[in-house]
């Protein structure tokens, strides 16, 4: 399930890029070659690239790709270095959470904001760090299951 929810993120997140690479791109020749520069264009990639961003963080955090200080924990004895994992873990949890909690004020703030060429609401491109949140959330919350229930000592995370 966890690897089928991964896979779709990269999914949309390859989209984006390439939506990305193209608007930006066309916004290049538009404005360089053909002297027209269109002004959507800056908004676009100003909403998609947190999108893209923060749904990127979602399998970084899958793939324990982020930064973590794996020298002093192989120091450790193995039950010493699965507390180090679990706890860390945890210290990740409580900020995923806050993350949530933050980003749903701050979308209760813009809601009533446009964004000034594209016209929608500024809401759009925060909801980018509640979704974001909600998947590095649950993933934390099965890679903290895999720990309890020893189906993974979650020490690969170099």
């Known amino acids: 399930m966890i690897n089928k929810f991964i896979h779709f993120v990269q999914i949309v997140t390859n989209i984006m890029m390439a939506l990305l690479t193209i608007i930006v791109s066309f916004e290049v020749v538009s404005r360089y070659f053909l002297n ?3 002004k959507q264009t800056g908004e676009l990639v100003a909403l998609i690239f947190p999108w893209m961003a923060f749904l990127a963080a979602i399998i970084v955090t899958k793939d324990n ?3 973590f200080v794996s020298y002093f924990r192989n120091k450790l004895p193995e039950k010493a270095q699965i507390v180090s994992v679990f706890i860390t ?3 990740m949890l409580y900020f995923s959470v806050y993350m949530i909690i933050s ?3 701050l979308i209760n703030i813009s809601t009533t ?3 000034p060429v594209l016209q929608i609401s500024k809401a759009w491109l925060h909801y980018s760090i509640t979704v974001a949140f909600i998947g590095i ?3 934390i919350v099965y890679q903290l299951y895999l720990i309890i229930a020893k189906k993974d000592l979650a020490l690969e995370e170099d």
């Open 36 to 38: 027209m520069p269109i």
């Open 113 to 115: 904001q446009k964004l």
């Open 65 to 67: 790709g982020h930064f």
């Open 89 to 91: 873990k945890l210290i």
């Open 103 to 105: 980003s749903f004020q």
């Open 137 to 139: 959330t649950l993933i």
